[in-house]
């Protein structure tokens, strides 16, 4: 999610795509076998830009040169809004999926990485949202389904990447050992 | 590590930096109270490049701006071989480290996360490498002490970025629940 995302001084923004956010965390929902990666924005002009990098992997020369590329980037869509998504999400599965946030502090709602994977195993539809910038809104999170707990390292730094803590975060939830 | 990795055709080529490489793997370095991150590569250009990229965090504008990213690129060090860390980590721990290689593909050798978590308690000296561009070459990797065995997402696919595979492997090694 690029909105609604902090900055550094906590203010609600939109921000800008990076284009590695979009091979990394794609080459991560393939690999952990997630349906879809939608990547939201409200400018229309970056999502143009999404659309031709994604086409350029997906149809373009970059399917011919690297297909293990391709099969990660077409896992991309492109929406609007956390809301569009909630809906299409909603109309594919015949229910309502329940949003999940993530977040590097700890939220009194937050619940550990072990239980969230057993509700998973149920199957039901499930967005597990990350925010990019300094992370999603206070009030995105207070309206989640559910806030799952900070990634923990072996210190008290928590600044990951996006790009780190959605491999770590799907590794945790859907990897094998 | 951008020498000696692979490209697509299997070759033994030098890698270039990618900028995004050192923010990445450095705030998960930081995140798992990894000592130090070397970035190994032979091209004298590629090595001053990385120490402007260090610098400016470090010492220049961005250590005031976001200390936090400070904090992470100090553990960076720039160095022209793997030969040349390993003595550099055996002069500065007494003995000789053990190198660990990983790697999208199984090796015949492969130890398991589980295993290796143990082994990393015992406190001895340990370099664990990343290859570049497509993986760290057969050579290098026969010549590790040992090789991690590959991460297992929920498909076949083996195709993480390595600002991925690293965040993973250090969580697999160093996270707590």
Redesign the interface.
């Known amino acids: 999610m690029h909105y609604p995302v902090m900055n550094?001084a906590g203010d609600v923004i939109t921000a800008a795509v990076t284009n590695?956010d979009l091979?990394?965390i794609s080459?991560?929902v393939?690999?952990?076998?997630v349906k879809k990666f939608y990547v939201i924005t409200p400018l229309s002009d970056q999502r143009s830009l999404v659309g031709r990098i994604v086409s350029h992997w997906v149809q373009g020369m970059g399917a011919t040169y690297?297909p293990?590329?391709r099969?990660?980037l077409e896992r991309i869509q492109v929406e609007n809004s956390i809301e569009e998504v909630i809906e299409k999400v909603r109309t594919a599965c015949g229910e309502r999926p329940k949003t999940v946030a993530t977040s590097a502090k700890k939220d009194r709602r937050s619940i550990?990485?072990?239980d969230f994977r057993k509700k998973l195993e149920s199957g039901a539809p499930c967005i597990i949202t990350f925010g990019t910038a300094w992370g999603l809104s206070e009030e995105f999170i207070s309206s989640a389904d559910y806030v799952l707990e900070p990634?923990?390292?072996?210190?008290d730094?928590?600044?990951?990447?996006v790009?780190?803590?959605a491999?770590?975060i799907?590794?945790?939830l859907?990897?094998?050992?």
């Open positions: 550094k590695l091979h990394d080459r991560a393939r690999t952990y076998g690297n293990d590329r099969e990660a550990g990485f072990h990634i923990k390292g072996s210190t730094y928590n600044h990951l990447s790009r780190s803590a491999s770590i799907l590794d945790r859907l990897g094998r050992d």
